[in-house]
């Protein structure tokens, strides 16, 4: 299955699936996420979408990290198709990160080298798993122009990617399950960058904050050149908002949800929620400022993703940790709805980018 070699092949190409539309799957620590697109008349719609939260179906609170058994993953999955009318049965499936490895290595090698050889005995190297335990896929990444000024002939910039293959079963039982056949498949990043990139933004970096998890993207032309993870998400700055409350999880998470900046304990929020993220803001500047200095370009702009960058005052937080413009992610832009859904669908569209993202495969 050359998962990473098609998800390349499809930003740079307009197959389209038809118009019997298709349903992109995100599910996520937390939650899982559904969006139906068809094609009508030629223009990508919305036809219907949906969440469902993980907690309750492992006894757990709303917003906490899960690890579900498959009969409860079944069960949720199944729950929120039937909730949100999902009606067609073609699905492309975003493969969690925390089930998958990507990285970008270099190698260097002669003419008549060959590179998949290469490329497994570099992967033996990066990837915390033997070989055979994982669906393996790489491609080439155009060298910048100041990498391609730096090093002599024969050195390629690979961007390898693999998924533990007792997961791919995982999921391969749980879309038979939920009535989907064959669908394909593909690592959360590229669902989400296909869900955020516009075709005339040569360099960018999407930060995606979800429950367990905070992702840094760095993109070149459409392409993932770095990818960095750091443990940090809503669930650990509801934590925090608890024990200095003093007050239940399922608690903090509401006051999370619902926080008012004008309210008088905003400020104690704020600073327990912003506090969570201050070192993975810190790594994250660092990773895009070498970036630049090794490539010669220069990222302007952050999209920010995942349902964390709703908190009041994160844009400026994250504004003021990077020094760049930042820019909430609006993934529902890229496809048609009624006019009169637009303040929903932006307020959603962060929580929905990896979701929109699997969807428009079909159709880019």
């Known amino acids: 299955m050359s998962f990473l070699n098609n998800m390349l092949a499809s930003i740079k190409s307009s197959a389209s699936s038809g118009s019997g539309g298709v349903v992109g799957i995100d599910i996520g620590s937390s939650s899982i996420k559904v969006v139906e697109l068809v094609e009508r008349k030629g223009v990508i719609t919305l036809s219907t979408y949906g969440e469902v939260q993980l907690g309750p179906y492992d006894g757990k609170q709303i917003g906490q990290s899960v690890a579900l058994q498959a009969k409860q993953e079944?069960?949720?999955l199944v729950d929120v198709i039937r909730e949100s009318g999902v009606k067609v049965r073609d699905a492309v499936f975003a493969m969690p990160l925390s089930s998958s490895f990507v990285t970008n290595v270099d190698i260097d090698s002669g003419e008549e080298t060959d590179m998949s050889a290469m490329v497994r005995v570099e992967a033996?190297?990066?990837?915390?798993a033997s070989l055979s335990e994982v669906t393996l896929d790489w491609a080439e990444v155009e060298l910048t122009e100041k990498e391609s000024s730096t090093h002599q002939p024969g050195h390629h910039n690979v961007l390898i990617a693999a998924i533990q293959n007792t997961a791919l079963e995982r999921f391969k039982v749980l879309m038979q399950f939920a009535g989907f056949t064959k669908p394909p498949t593909e690592i959360e990043c590229?669902?989400?960058i296909r869900g955020l990139y516009k075709n005339n933004e040569p360099d960018i970096a999407i930060l995606d904050i979800g429950a367990a998890s905070a992702k840094l993207y760095i993109v070149h032309k459409g392409l993932l050149m770095r990818m960095y993870r750091i443990r940090a998400g809503g669930e650990i700055a509801t934590k925090k908002i608890?024990?200095?409350m003093d007050i239940d999880f399922l608690e903090a998470e509401e006051m999370k949800l619902v926080a008012d900046s004008t309210a008088d304990t905003f400020a104690d929020i704020k600073r327990a929620h912003n506090s969570s993220y201050d070192?993975?803001?810190?790594?994250?500047?660092?990773?895009?400022?070498?970036?630049?200095?090794?490539?010669?370009?220069?990222?302007?702009?952050?999209?920010?993703?995942?349902?964390?960058c709703l908190f009041p005052g994160m844009i400026s937080h994250v504004k003021e940790a990077f020094g760049r413009e930042i820019v909430v992610a609006d993934p529902f832009s890229k496809v048609a709805y009624p006019s009169f859904m637009e303040d929903i669908m932006k307020e959603i569209g962060p929580s929905f980018s990896v979701a929109v993202g699997a969807a428009m495969r079909a159709y880019e």
């Open 242 to 244: 608890s024990d200095m």
């Open 190 to 192: 590229f669902s989400t």
């Open 74 to 76: 079944q069960e949720a």
């Open 279 to 308: 070192r993975p803001l810190r790594e994250f500047g660092q990773v895009m400022r070498e970036y630049e200095k090794k490539t010669a370009l220069n990222i302007s702009t952050v999209y920010l993703t995942g349902g964390a």
């Open 124 to 128: 033996r190297k990066v990837i915390p």
